[in-house]
């Protein structure tokens, strides 16, 4: 067969783990050819592509981004967009995709599926907000680097008696403020999943100063206070209706300061949470559904995501995998709030 593989959306810790497993079993157990389509969807939509083979993959596990590049292209927002697709398949003599994304790519591979096209899914985002799977990889990588910040930034909030909002990736989803914030001992974590009273906020920070100790709040950017609304960067959409967020770090930075008069900065970790190299727990995820992808494609298994659940790599649905987000339940928040202004 002869195997295409792309990687969609935002660029996460571990995809070129995924596509360093999927060439090197694909080659040398089932004797497969493979083409990688850059740009994600963008690839088979404008044919681009670049070769895929052993050479390729060497020395790129430990390598963060991809190898392929990655773009929100959308081709069900674009005219012809399957038809174009399925031409560039054939004229590529491409038999089946390897799709690695998220909520929006695995949500095209799904419709293709549908459509006729031969599809396998891999589950990516540092959100860990996928169903159908336990962990995503890139998560635990991104959780590593918001806690060794925070643990940082505690050093220096006790210096200068202030308080430190960190403010961290997670949409629609808080779970890297919580594993994050509980790892590196926040006094107030906000997420997504709950809107927040800025006045308690206040209160934990008051009662941390009151016990000698600086503040830390981990803040999810998608968080959003009582009776308000996310802070929006712009109010432009991306080709899935996303906005981009960004702000609510430094508002509740000034409610803070105003409400409790003592000094409150901003840290937003953006990007540098999803940079540079894996955790090794995201390297061995990655490569073991890699693995379980490319079996899965070798069996003709088509429309099928693989995932993680408990210790085992499972083949689920990719409908199933898309049909709702994952999201932190109020149980693991109540669980961290005991340590809330303590
Ligand atoms: O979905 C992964 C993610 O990192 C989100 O946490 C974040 O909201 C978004 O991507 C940011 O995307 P971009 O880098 O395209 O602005």
């Given at each position: 067969?002869?195997?295409?593989?792309?990687?969609?959306g935002g660029d996460c810790p571990g995809l070129n783990a995924v596509i360093r497993a999927v060439v090197r079993k694909g080659v040398a157990t089932y004797g497969h050819e493979f083409v990688g389509f850059r740009d994600g969807w963008r690839g088979p939509l404008e044919g681009l592509t670049k070769p895929l083979g052993?050479?390729?993959?060497?020395g790129i596990l430990p390598r963060g981004g991809t190898i392929l590049g990655s773009s929100r292209t959308n081709p069900f927002k674009i005219e012809n967009g399957v038809e174009r697709i399925k031409n560039n398949l054939a004229e590529q003599g491409v038999d089946a995709?390897?799709?690695?994304?998220?909520?929006?790519?695995?949500?095209?591979?799904?419709?293709?599926?549908?459509?006729?096209?031969?599809v396998v899914g891999v589950p990516k985002t540092i959100d860990n907000d996928l169903g159908a799977t336990d962990y995503t990889f890139g998560f635990d990588t991104a959780v590593n680097i918001a806690m060794e910040a925070i643990d940082r930034l505690h050093t220096t909030a006790e210096s200068h008696h202030r308080t430190l909002v960190v403010e961290v990736m997670g949409r629609h989803a808080g779970w890297i403020a919580l594993h994050a914030g509980l790892a590196g001992g926040a006094n107030v974590i906000l997420l997504p999943e709950r809107q927040f009273d800025v006045d308690q906020v206040a209160n934990y920070v008051e009662k941390r100063f009151e016990k000698q100790y600086a503040p830390i709040v981990v803040v999810a950017e998608g968080a959003q206070p009582l009776d308000g609304q996310m802070v929006l960067h712009n109010q432009e959409l991306?080709?899935?209706?996303?906005?981009?967020?960004?702000?609510?770090?430094?508002?509740l930075a000034e409610q803070?300061?105003?409400?409790?008069?003592?000094?409150?900065?901003?840290?937003?970790?953006?990007?540098?949470?999803?940079?540079?190299?894996p955790s090794a727990f995201d390297r061995v995820l990655a490569t073991r559904l890699g693995l379980q992808a490319i079996d899965a494609a070798n069996d003709g298994d088509w429309?099928?995501?693989?995932?993680?659940?408990?210790?085992?790599?499972?083949?689920v649905p990719l409908a199933e995998a898309t049909r709702e987000l994952k999201t932190v339940p109020l149980?693991?928040?109540t669980e961290a709030e005991v340590f809330f202004g303590s």
């Open positions: 067969m002869r195997i295409g593989v792309l990687t969609g052993i050479p390729e993959v060497r995709l390897v799709a690695i994304g998220g909520e929006d790519t695995l949500g095209v591979a799904t419709k293709l599926h549908e459509l006729g096209v031969q991306d080709a899935f209706g996303h906005v981009r967020l960004g702000g609510i770090g430094q508002w803070i300061e105003a409400k409790t008069g003592k000094e409150a900065r901003t840290v937003v970790l953006g990007h540098i949470q999803r940079g540079g190299t429309g099928k995501m693989v995932a993680l659940q408990g210790t085992d790599i499972v083949r149980e693991r928040y």
